[in-house]
């Protein structure tokens, strides 16, 4: 079983391998980054992690297809900004990169109203059109 120390932001518990060597300074991890996504899309929960490692798997080039082939990446002309490293198995940006990281969630809008998130349709009341 790994450790777990509080390193990135305050509550946030990062679970690291044993013997894994930690950075030398300070650092966000994808938990961090989803409540720096939900900030600047102005929700009150935090983005889901799953949410930030498929930003940056949809920033590869090319995204393998389950029939064969590829396909462009959703966000390949401005990919998710890259990590640092990798603490085990577990991605990690330098803290000192947080303009850059906000930046593309402010390229990158999500969880505005219409935008089809929160997992249910549109009342007829809210103007659905569907009957």
Not at 30 to 44: F, M
Not at 73 to 101: C, T
Not at 104 to 130: L, M, N, Y
Request: avoid cysteine; aromatic fraction near 10%.
């Amino acid at each position: 079983m790994g450790h777990a120390v509080t390193y990135g932001s305050p509550d946030i518990e990062f679970d690291f391998p044993p013997g894994a060597e930690m950075p030398d300074r300070p650092f966000f991890t994808v938990a961090d980054l989803a409540v720096i996504g939900a900030r600047v899309h102005g929700v009150a929960e935090p983005l889901k992690k799953t949410t930030i490692s498929q930003y940056l798997f949809e920033s590869g080039e090319e995204i393998p297809l389950k029939a064969g082939g590829t396909r462009p990446g959703k966000y390949a002309d401005d990919p998710f900004p890259k990590p640092d490293d990798r603490l085990g198995k577990a991605p990690w940006w330098d803290k000192a990169r947080e303009p850059e990281i906000v930046a593309w969630f402010e390229r990158h809008p999500r969880r505005q109203v219409g935008d089809g998130i929160g997992g249910r349709k549109p009342s007829k009341a809210q103007g659905s059109t569907r009957g």
